[in-house]
């Protein structure tokens, strides 16, 4: 028994920016494909955001294909709602041929002789199976909210959310709010939900910080100058382990401004170490357990701090820079002891977000291609299987591959890629094999797929 399925030159995961800048760029080198999206494009921005979020780099920053920001504060950080207008414009103009509410379930490679591979593509919906000559994973790589299992150790009517699902400070019930992680997102919910006037008990992990503004300039200004962004992970100091650095916290709320953990603690926020552990006791006390060592923590984000602005220093001596005189910033409160315990119902803490990330599921990937932490191997969005990318994750090339900055960059070198492996395949060179096609279709073949070495 036969049926029908549909095949594709390219087969695109995710409707994000990542996506739908692929798209852009396949457009324009002229080769067909599809978009499919789980939920709807760009969804994230508009729904696993709180209501204050804005962009932590300027607005100068955003610069998909073909849609640089047009608007006229090119120094100033687009609110939640500019910034989903922003994306909604880009998705307008790039009009890519999009299937909103199809999940990708199993990508599977398929050996077509040689070093040949031709990849089954899964779905949840009606269609259920194609297939694809090459694949673009462009899903991100925030996939999981991590909560801990020590959570199970709260007491149950405590409320709980991850940081993708608050909101604001209003709908959290009565009583003090205990964030956990003290990332991006951490810090800048801590702010929000301190400006809003309710008490914050905040364990502070290790993520770095860095100024706002220094020397009369945006320090983002200062190291797209020195050239910072524009540094591939491969010359980076880290290398490949930059991709496992935290972001360094800081806002473009009210127009920016640094983001300051000693001078919250001046204000009445509650600052400890990173939350070790939950004990209950046999009468319903329940003691949070911090690790020690939060004044050594504070004290190197602000040594990160100090060294990012020593660096632009240098510059402005370098190039003989006119600009106001340099400074160091000094802390204005330190921990007058160490605080490893405290008494959740004493505290009055009445909810809890946690702001410690995201894990990446790439599970309906089946290709051999991921290290031994999960993790996708790649060179520039290159996997060793022909026709298989990434795209859209943090430090895939440079610091703004998963942001608005970098991904048109990543996104048109994978076009040239990808029309260089449809050309070496000689797909019938014909505009059929590039976009969607009816075929015949029986049992579909498996087997194992040999990974291309480099050179082949």
Known sequence: MTRT?????????????????????????????????????LHVWQSRRWDNFCLVTPN???????????????????KKDEIVAYLAAFRRKVAPPLREGVAVRLVKPRPQGGYDVQYSVGTDTALRHCTADQVVVASGGYHLPIVPRMAERLPAGLKQLHSEQYRNAAELPP???????????????????????????????????CARFYRGRDVVDWLADMGYYEMPVGQHPLREGVRDNTNHYVTGRDGGRDIDLRRFALQGMQLHGALEGVDSAADGAVTLRFKPGLAAVLDKADAIYNGINASIDQYIERQGIEAPPPSRYEPVWVPPEERTTLDLQAAGIGSVVWCIGFAPDFSWLDAPVFNGRGQPQHERGVTALPGLYFLGLPWLHTWGSGRFSGVARDARHLAEVIAAEQERRGSDGAPAARVARTVASGASGNGSVRPRTPGQ
């Not at 087969?11 to 499919?36: D, E, P, R, T």
């Not at 100068?60 to 687009?78: E, I, K, R, S, V």
């Not at 992680?181 to 993520?207: F, T, Y």
């Open 5 to 41: 399925h549909e095949h594709h030159a390219v087969v695109i995961v995710g409707g994000g920016q990542a996506g739908l800048s692929m798209s852009a760029c396949l457009q324009q080198a002229g080769i067909g494909h599809v978009v499919f999206e789980k939920h709807t494009a």
């Open 60 to 78: 100068w920053q955003c610069d998909l294909p073909g849609h640089p920001y047009a608007g006229d504060d090119p120094h100033g950080f687009m």
């Open 175 to 209: 009583g003090a709010v205990l964030v956990v992680g003290s990332g991006q997102s951490g810090a800048q919910i801590a702010e929000d939900l301190h400006l809003a006037g309710r008490q914050v008990v905040l364990a502070v992990g290790e993520a770095p910080r």
